[in-house]
């Protein structure tokens, strides 16, 4: 009987794995509570007005979960730069010849299923990596037009740096819609994310799902 041992390598760091879950629950919380500004809730209450203020206090949760996401995505930007190998910015862009072969072979595992072979990648594939690129400018988009939008309500610097967004865009009508849209957009993402890595996990063999948590993935040493 073929036996495989396996070797450990740290592959995501702290800080990495706290952007991950930290990112993770804010965007939980300003998918549901941005859902409920676009479509509330029609509540009737007898109560005197000033004591239900639900709508304000969902939209305050939006605007706060908001800062914690823009500085944790600008956090994991910096950490692109100062990171193990693994988390470096070069992961996230397509410029080998040998990434794009990379792409076809996940490709090939992923959609057609027309191969069960683990990836020998330790870090992300170049396919995870090129999406999550587009997923960090789809963040940078939610954060401009967010922060463009809000900057009509809030006197503080920050909104005030992004005033120019809505004119640029056409007005606040349309600055909501493509708000709105990218919502779905990550909804999709994540779906599929969750998808792939548990089944990753599964072809694999090499601990992807729990990598998110304890930051190692194993690989096969030798085999006897
Ligand atoms: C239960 C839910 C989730 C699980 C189990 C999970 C798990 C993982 C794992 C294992 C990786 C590394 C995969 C690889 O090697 O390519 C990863 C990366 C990533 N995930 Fe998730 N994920 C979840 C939800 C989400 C959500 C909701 C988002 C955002 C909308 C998200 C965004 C990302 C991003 C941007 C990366 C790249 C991380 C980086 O390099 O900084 N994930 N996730
Ligand atoms: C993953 C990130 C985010 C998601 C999924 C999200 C989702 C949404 C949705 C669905 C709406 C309602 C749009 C409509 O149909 O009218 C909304 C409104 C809004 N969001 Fe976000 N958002 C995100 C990030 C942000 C950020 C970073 C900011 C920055 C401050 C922000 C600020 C706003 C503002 C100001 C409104 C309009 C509130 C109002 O007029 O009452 N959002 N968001």
């Not at 020998?120 to 463009?148: C, K, M, P, R």
């Amino acid at each position: 009987m073929k036996k495989a041992t396996l070797g450990r390598v740290y592959v995501w760091e702290v800080p990495v794995r706290f952007y991950h879950w930290l990112n993770f629950l804010t965007v939980v919380v300003l998918a549901v509570t941005g859902y409920l500004i676009g479509r509330p809730l029609a509540i009737q209450r007898a109560a005197e007005a000033s004591y239900s203020y639900w709508f304000g206090k969902v939209r305050f949760l939006h605007f706060a979960a908001a800062y914690v996401f823009f500085f944790n995505f600008l956090f994991r930007i910096y950490w692109g730069f100062v990171g193990n190998r693994y988390a470096g910015w070069k992961n996230f862009i397509i410029y080998r010849r040998d990434q794009l072969r990379e792409i076809a072979e996940v490709l090939k595992v992923d959609i057609l299923q027309a191969r069960v072979k683990p990836m020998d990648t330790i870090g992300h594939n170049s396919l995870a990596g090129f999406t999550y690129f587009l997923v960090f400018l789809a963040f940078l988009f939610q954060s401009l037009t967010g922060f463009g939008m809000y900057s009509a309500m809030s006197d503080a610097w920050l909104p005030r740096l992004f005033a120019w967004v809505v004119p640029l865009m056409g007005g606040d009508f349309a600055v909501r819609q493509w708000h709105h849209a990218f919502m779905w957009a990550f909804i999709v993402f994540a779906i599929v994310h969750v998808y792939l890595v548990f089944y990753h996990d599964y072809v694999e063999g090499r601990g992807v799902l729990s990598s998110m948590a304890g930051g190692w993935k194993f690989i096969e040493k030798e085999t006897k």
